[in-house]
């Protein structure tokens, strides 16, 4: 629960950035569906200033996407879940790790293949 109340807080943070990026843009559209009563919920809205973001989930996590132009006119686009796991982000433009060197790929690979043998010493 703590960890949707964080997702949430950064979402409001990200909406209060927005507004003062473009403080006349208007809503295009908007959709919220109440929570049911096994915690269940969903929502999507657009903007005029290219904002976009829907959500759906429950209390044992959400999946969703938000959109948005930079000031420097570049689109973002971002899917995600938020889970026990915590919030994991996908897009074209976060960060990845670099990809494990040949070598070591190869080493894995034999370490894998002849697991170190236990030497039993006698007393």
């Given at each position: 629960?703590?960890?949707?109340?964080?997702?949430?807080?950064?979402?409001?943070?990200?909406?209060?950035?927005?507004?003062?990026?473009?403080?006349?843009?208007?809503?295009?559209?908007?959709?919220?569906?109440?929570?049911?009563?096994?915690?269940?919920?969903?929502?999507?809205?657009?903007?005029?200033?290219?904002?976009?973001?829907?959500?759906?989930?429950?209390?044992?996590?959400?999946?969703?996407?938000?959109?948005?132009?930079?000031?420097?006119?570049?689109?973002?686009?971002?899917t995600y879940t938020?889970?026990?796991?915590?919030?994991?982000?996908?897009?074209?433009?976060?960060?990845?790790?670099?990809?494990?060197?040949?070598?070591?790929?190869?080493?894995?690979?034999?370490?894998?293949?002849?697991?170190?043998?236990?030497?039993?010493?006698?007393?």
């Amino acid at each position: 629960m703590f960890k949707i109340l964080i997702l949430i807080t950064i979402l409001v943070a990200g909406a209060v950035y927005a507004d003062n990026i473009d403080k006349d843009a208007e809503i295009l559209s908007y959709k919220n569906d109440e929570a049911d009563a096994d915690g269940n919920f969903n929502y999507a809205f657009e903007t005029s200033n290219g904002i976009q973001q829907q959500e759906a989930g429950n209390i044992q996590g959400a999946a969703g996407s938000y959109a948005f132009v930079s000031p420097e006119g570049e689109k973002f686009f971002i899917t995600y879940t938020a889970d026990e796991n915590g919030f994991q982000p996908s897009g074209d433009h976060l960060p990845t790790p670099p990809p494990i060197p040949e070598a070591i790929l190869r080493s894995l690979e034999y370490i894998a293949a002849h697991p170190p043998q236990q030497i039993i010493q006698k007393k």
